[in-house]
């Protein structure tokens, strides 16, 4: 019955990944695969899957929460892509809405604003158009400004903060590309803001550090404190990025792990307490259990939902967060 339960709540949440329902019709991705879109191509990431369901659960809950207590409350994606992630799994490809189109279809009580930065011009370009489209056909009192700037150019978008009562704030990087000197302005304002800490690759560049000047600039730079790669470890790099973050002000922290066997990256949560005691992370601890699933059972849930298998017994089920 744990199976069934397991099966079901993935099936449910990787459809709403492709296919869901605004004001009665209903919004299928591959009606959004056309030339004008770029999709962000990723192999066999079952990482980059569970991390998008993070996302649209976060949203979800947040604006259900946020909206009773604030009248105006803005979203922000400082790495927006391009609007759809296309990850493939065996022979096949399967395309899902992305952070910037999630916060804008799942929600029932939408953001007043959406604010979406993107440097790169092909991803900034598709966006563009899915963003029009949707607003064109399916929302159309839909705010939102899409900028082509680099996320540290914080100059470009930092007004919009100060025009709403709360904020919730996603930075999902593919490296160290956030300067600290970026994040602590950001921080400091009235927010939520998730962050994919890409513990992997903050492990590799801190193992090439001791022989490389410009990989201890990054870090350096991305910690907003100097370093000594002959006796940092990622563990304790990761507990002073954890400190500087509390040092801004905000008092919850938490972080949920979003791993596979190629690949694994935490969400660090960091937000201020509030006085009901932050009710919208109280689903972080459920989440992590069903985030343990193994890339074989999710394959499985994927395969079925597509109709490439017709059963799911077939799979031993494991709980236990181990590859």
Partial sequence: MQKEKLRDWWLKHIQELMQIKINNKDININSFTDKEVYPYKKEEAYHTIKK???????VDIY??????????FYYFDLFAGSGIVQVSIGNINLNLFGSALISVLKPIKRFNK????EIDEKKYNSLKYLLRRIK?????????????VDMNNINAYHDFFDQCEHALIIVDPEGLEPKWTTIEKILKHNCDVLITYMEEGIQRVIGKAKNNPKGKETLENFLGSNIDPDRITPEVFKEKYIEQIERTGKEVIKTIEAKSKQYSYDIIIATRKTRGENPWLRF????????????????????????KQRTFNNYTFQNNGKD
């Fill in 52 to 58: 998008l369901v993070i996302y649209k659960y976060y």
């Fill in 63 to 72: 604006t259900r929460i946020i909206s009773k207590r604030y009248k105006n």
């Fill in 114 to 117: 959406y604010v979406y930065v």
């Fill in 136 to 148: 064109e056909n399916y929302i159309k009192d839909l705010d939102y400004q899409l900028l082509n």
């Fill in 284 to 307: 972080v601890e459920d989440l992590r259990k069903k985030l343990e699933i193994k890339d074989e059972i999710l394959k499985a849930i994927i395969e079925q939902l597509l109709g």
